[in-house]
């Protein structure tokens, strides 16, 4: 469903250090400096007519946030939101509300325990809404379908991948325990939703 609603004030507030980078590849992982890069995959789509977006809100979980366009890594893999408050969305390939999957990642836990835009992305709902406003004033709007949780090396890889024609959301952020070692959180956070259709 798309309606017209302005843009709520957000709090843009950048950080040097990222914590956690999210990557979408064929099994959900996280990559190290030291891992081998794997190619994502998502696809990279020609550009479409809907309006980028630039405004996430989830009532459920109080978030508020900017969109950033984010892109592929030098090692082909998802990137992520320069700091803990923005969401990042998949530039090249689905615009939120066209026909596939939509991708938007964002970080959960900072350091000095700052809170991240995603830290309760888990607590969401079945149901729950989600609306995206694009640089043209309009709302899409999602409503949650499924919230799933994953090893780090579980084998996702249908989850991005749309079977049918509609329009689908899925937003990704890290869960569990943190580890020092491997620079990485050991779960990770999966939440799909669909196109609010009137």
């Not at 020092?180 to 939703?193: G, I, L, N, P």
Request: proline letters at 6%.
């Amino acid at each position: 469903m798309v309606q017209k609603i302005s843009l709520r004030n957000s709090l843009l507030c950048l950080c040097a250090i990222t914590v956690c980078i999210l990557f979408v590849l064929s099994a959900i992982r996280s990559a190290t400096h030291n891992d081998t890069p794997i190619a994502p995959i998502v696809s990279v789509v020609p550009a479409v007519s809907r309006a980028k977006p630039i405004g996430l809100i989830i009532p459920a979980i109080n978030v508020d946030a900017i969109i950033e366009p984010i892109g592929l890594t030098p090692e082909g893999a998802l990137g992520a939101p320069a700091g803990p408050y923005n969401a990042g969305w998949f530039s090249r390939g689905v615009t939120p509300g066209d026909k596939g999957v939509a991708i938007i990642d964002g970080h959960y836990g900072w350091k000095d325990h700052i809170p991240a835009i995603f830290n309760n992305l888990a607590s969401v709902k079945k149901g729950d809404r989600i609306f995206i406003y694009s640089a043209k004033g309009d709302t899409t709007i999602f409503t949650v379908t499924k919230i799933a949780s994953y090893g780090e090396n579980a084998s996702t890889s249908d989850i991005f991948v749309s079977h049918d024609t509609g329009a689908h959301l899925v937003i990704v952020t890290c869960a569990g325990v943190w580890s020092v070692a491997e620079k990485s959180y050991s779960e990770r956070v999966v939440v799909s939703a669909d196109l609010e259709v009137l």
